[in-house]
Structures are given as structure tokens and as C-alpha cells.
């Protein structure tokens, strides 16, 4: 790839950040610094809507005109990428002029060659999403009416309409000609069969000033303004200088990958490619759509009051740890759900007990035995345990680089832990506490400078999650930069012979959580509690066949807490495992781990959901782990 474009949508003004807004805005900043980790030129584009009525009638409710309000409202986004560490090229506003001026240019020319009309309108409008709706897309109760719907009013009157149904059977041809188009592949499903089994309509993109005057007048009528979604998309192309700088356009445009979440599909699968088409100008590669973040199994939403406030969490635990999780914990497509729990459990795990361990306790032996000095680096591993801890740091810098074209940033993240937890079992195998006591010191420099080498490659793949907490630790490390480059992922012998290495302060101290009250006495019968396990035959234990298996998918099972329904790969076939693991589990917190299951168990139905098999974990008191393999096996491997 020779260069990388992304953008975020544009979020509206009429509120203050929220946890949707963080997640994509995140997910947009690790791709860009991760493509720029390996060399590749990237372009990072976020910013702000801040026309339309919604706007107004926050501006009205607060006493302020509309500018004044997007002048207060915009600070709050840009406060909160300042303190995530956001890297964005541009921050774009609609209220700018280098926007607002093309895209009265943009009007003028369609309006000009018969792309827009005017006519008569009479139907329904929902006051909420600011759009027009057909009475077939309506859910009206049996026996009710679309005027008894919430935010759904009758409207008649003259607008202007962009001739977006002459585009439909291109649009099919395109979205089923190029696969990458839309993604994952169920919102190109969903995008195919809306314009295959209805006819396109033609698109409204004027309000009358007499009902709304927030917004960009149209420059062939004073009396109406250009509707917020016509205009807020063409700021993809007013920020890279489309009709003002074509050499900074044409190096950027078409965009790599346009993220968005899966409630604007529509407007970025269907209004925008027609836009672009009649504009003449070229795709985007990809318009990604996330999911929901959920509160248990529900969409956060201000009316519910359950959206979460990410300056809360940031304000605990770091940036680096907010910026993380939300990679770590939702599978890009799916949706994730949010917890204090499923946080917790996360950090404490991956960075607090994995990461943060190994730093310590390999600078404390650095310090101990080496005075505190990197020894020179030995040979690049060949064999025995050196090539396998160094292979596992080169298999996740694969793993981070093909998720900059597959979009699993979660998985990658994944394989970089499972790097961090192999330098680890390579300190306990090679027990540098005995090595020190050889009067030969070769063999334990080269023990210590070998994980320290694989726990560089570690956080530089890390970097582009948790930026601050992983410059920190190169920097510890003895690396020359805080930001690595391209050129020293997959090289040996980077870390310069004789730095000082000393540990960061707190990398990621553990989050004690409160101490849960016993039960009391009575809660457990005597016999429970003396109970010896029966025994069985060796015979017996042979019937019972355990394989390995990968996780492809996890969903709540509907109506419960407490099952997750897991669609797994056995290597030579697929089943449909439930788990009673969602209290301890986020749904894709397991996707792309091999777990350890019964094979010939038989069939069951669980809450009316097929099972077939049944996942190996571990408890003690509140705590659930699902057992998973070390190291790399196949799915179908057998468990001996």
C-alpha cells in the first residue's frame, strides 16, 4: 500500500462525546499509526457536524445562537482526542468556509447539469434522524397510524431532490463487483438487499429556511439550506482540498477506508457512492461499519441513560488503558459489551499481569545481574527456545500487519499477547536466577538480552494502541526512540549493546477490586464442602474426547445473562457451542482463541439453542477462566 487514508465520520454538536464517538475515533488513530509504523504514508481525518436542526434546537434550548453553541460543543471532541492521544492530520468543521464554500460549488454544478430539481413533497418526516421516510419503512402498530409514531410528522411541501434512483442499478453492479466495498459482509448483505428489492428514491437535500435555517444555503434558492447529510459527507473531499488543491486531493482521494458505525449505513453505502458517481470522482476502497457498544445486551443511548462518559474511565485508569480495551474487546463488526467488570478484567489480565509483570521483573533481573546495562546481542536465534520466544514476536508483527488489511485489530492484539506470555515461559525455562550462579555470565546475557529483544518488537507492535505507556517502556528498554519504525520490526539486534535499561514508573499498576463478602455458613451444605470426587477408570476417561477448537463468533444467547452462543472451528467441521461464560466474557472476547472442548458430547438444547459440545474452564470463588492452548495448534488438534 502506498498510502493510507482514513476518516471518521463527522460527529454532531448537539452533545458532548461519548464512548461511540472514543471507539471509532481510536480505532481510526491505531490504523493511521500503525500503517505509519510500517512505513506507509497515512492521512487521519475527524472533525465535526454542526449544521442542522438538531443543532438548532440544542442551540434554542441553551439561549444561544447555533454558531455559539458549535463553538462551545466542538472544544469537548477536541479536548477528548487531545487527552486519547489522537494523531489526527485534520480536524475538519462544516461551519468552516473551505467546506461550506465547495460545497455550494458542488450544488450549483448538479443543479446546473439537471442532477437536482424541485419539487412537490407530501409525506411522512421524522424529526429525529432529519429525513424523509416512506410509510413502507414505517413499523406502525396493527390498527395505529405513522402520526401516532414518536418524532413522525406529516409534511407537504416544495424542496429540492438529488436524482439518486438513476444510480441504483450502478450502485448494485459496483457493490457487487468490488467485495471490499462495504464491510464486514453482513452490512453489504444488508445494503444489497435494500436496493434490491425496492426501487431507489430520488434523494431530498434542501430545508426551507421557514423551518430550518441552520445550514448552507443553497446558492440557487436564498430560501432554503442544504441538508445536514448532503452536506456533512462532502467533507471527505473538502478536507484533503478537493476543488482548491488537486495535487494534495489527487494524492490522498479515493479514501483507503471510510469507518464508520453500523447506524449511518445507509447514508455512507448509498447517498454517498451516488454523490461521488455523479460528481465523477472515484470510490473508496472500504466503508467500514463497527458495531453498537451495549450496556449488557443493550444499545447505549442518552434517552436510556446509559452512555458511558469516556473522560470517567480515562480519568481512573490512563488513556493508554481506555485506548486498549476498546481494541482489544470488540471484534471489528461485532458488537461489544460494555462493563467496569469486563474492563477490569481486561487490564488486570493483559497489561497488569502479562505486560506489566514481565517488564518488572525483567528489568529487576537486568538490574540484578547486568548492572543495570544491556549485554551485546548474541547471534539471531537459530533453534531451541530462543528461535521460539523471537518466531513468536515475528508471528504478531504478521499478525499486526495483515490486520491493517483485514480490520482484526483485536486478533492481532491477541498474537502480541500471546508473545508477551512466551517471553515470559521462556524466563521460567531458562531460570536466569540459576544461570547467574555459572561462572560462564555468556549464557545469561544472552537469556536476558534475547527477551528484552522480543519484548521490544512486543511494545513497538503495542504502540499504536497504547502509545504513552509503550514509549515509556522502549524508552526503558534503551531504544533510541519512543515511536519505532518500520525497518527494526522484524530485526535482530536493535537494542544497542550497553544502554541503560531501567523500569518505567507504574506501567500499568494491577486495579485492585473490592473484596466480595463470603457467604455466609449456611449458604454451603456440610456435604459439599467434604465431598471426595468418585473416581474413574483410565477407560473411562478415554471415551471422553477432547479437541482443540477456534472461536469464529460469539452472541448473547437472547433472553439470558449468563450464555454466550460460540460458533466454532474443529478443523473439520464447524459447530455451535453454548457456554455459560457471558458474565466473565465479552462476545468477542474469545473470537480467534483455540479453546480446549468435549467433542462427542451429545447434543443438547439449551434455552431452545442447539449446543453441540462443551467448553473446558477453570473457577475459583467469583473468578472464570476458559481454558486455551499454549503456543499454536490447529483446530481438531487432540487434547491429551
Known sequence: MKRFYVTTPIYYVNDRPHIGHAYTTVLADVLARAHRTFGVPAWFLTGTDEHGQKVQQAARAAGIPPREHADRTVVRFQELWRTLGITHDDFIRTTEPRHADVVQEVLQEL????????????GWYDVASETFVTERDLRVPEGGSPADLPNIVRIRESNYFFRMSAYQDWLIEHIESHPDFIRPETRRNETLGFLRTRPLGDLCISRPKSRLEWGIELPFDHDYVCYVWFDALLN??????????????????????????????????????????????????????????????????????????????????????FRYFLIAEMALGQDASFSEAAFVRRYNSDLANDLGNLANRLFAMIGRYLGGRLPAPPPEPAGGAEAEVWGGAQRAVGAMERALSTFELDRAVAEVIAAVRGINRYLEVRAPWTLAKSADPAP?????????????????????????????????????????SADE???????????????????????????????????????????????????????????????????????TDKLLKLQIDLGDERRQVVAGIAKHYAPNALVGRTIVVVANLAPAKIRGVESRGMLLAASAGPELRVLTVDGDLPPGATVR
Open 444 to 484: 545469561l546475557r544472552a537469556v536476558l538480552y534475547t527477551a528484552a529483544e522480543s519484548l521490544r518488537v512486543a511494545a513497538s507492535l503495542l504502540h499504536p494502541v497504547a502509545p504513552g505507556r509503550m514509549g515509556d517502556l522502549r524508552r526503558a528498554l534503551g531504544c533510541p526512540s519512543p515511536d519505532p
Open 236 to 321: 471527505y473531499l473538502t478536507a484533503i482540498g478537493y476543488r482548491r488543491d488537486e495535487d494534495r486531493f489527487s494524492s490522498w482521494w479515493p479514501a483507503t477506508v471510510q469507518l464508520i458505525g453500523k447506524d449511518i449505513l445507509t447514508t455512507h453505502t448509498v447517498y454517498w457512492p451516488t454523490m461521488l458517481k455523479a460528481l465523477g470522482l472515484p470510490m473508496p476502497r472500504t466503508v467500514f461499519a463497527h458495531g453498537w457498544w451495549l450496556m449488557g445486551d443493550t444499545k447505549m443511548s442518552k434517552s436510556l441513560g446509559n452512555v458511558v462518559d469516556p473522560m470517567s474511565l480515562i480519568g481512573r485508569h490512563g488513556p493508554d488503558a
Open 489 to 559: 520490526l522484524r530485526r535482530w539486534g536493535v537494542l544497542p549493546e550497553g544502554a541503560a535499561v531501567g523500569p518505567p514508573a507504574a506501567l500499568f499498576p494491577r486495579i485492585e477490586a473490592a473484596a466480595e463478602a463470603a457467604p455466609p455458613p449456611s449458604a454451603v451444605p456440610p456435604a459439599a464442602e467434604t465431598a471426595a470426587p468418585a473416581e474413574i477408570t483410565l477407560d473411562e476417561f478415554a471415551r471422553v474426547r477432547l479437541r482443540t477448537a477456534r472461536v469464529l463468533a460469539a452472541e448473547p444467547v437472547p433472553g
Open 111 to 122: 443543479y446546473d447539469r439537471g442532477e437536482i430539481y424541485r419539487a412537490e413533497y407530501d
